[in-house]
């Protein structure tokens, strides 16, 4: 059964544009490459999610999904999150539309 609000359209449905997730691929030698604009990956070294907002430099700078103050980090620091993660950035990114 799908759950649906008020305005009958179907959650799954609306949270699946709130932030995409690429997966980082490896290259030939095995090493991950940097994530593009707007894949949502976590840091290892804080734990945060963020989404990916452009590379300066050898870094790739994120932010947190309901915005904010970007950060930077190494590429190597950079990981695809988890589904608990994912789900958990798309809800606080929904809950801000509605106020919560």
Not at 9 to 33: C, E, I, K, S, Y
Not at 55 to 65: A, I, N, S
Request: hydrophobic share 35%.
């Amino acid at each position: 059964m799908c759950s649906r609000t008020a305005t009958g359209r179907p959650v799954a449905g609306r949270l699946a544009g709130v932030v995409t997730m690429t997966a980082l691929t490896p290259d030939a030698d095995g090493h991950n490459v940097s994530p593009d604009a707007g894949a949502l990956v976590v840091d290892r070294r804080s734990g945060k999610v963020g989404v990916v907002m452009g590379h300066v430099g050898p870094y790739v700078q994120l932010r947190p999904p309901r915005g904010g103050r970007e950060w930077d980090v190494p590429p190597e620091d950079v990981r695809t999150p988890t589904p608990t993660e994912e789900l958990s950035a798309k809800v606080a990114v929904a809950n801000q539309r509605w106020g919560r």
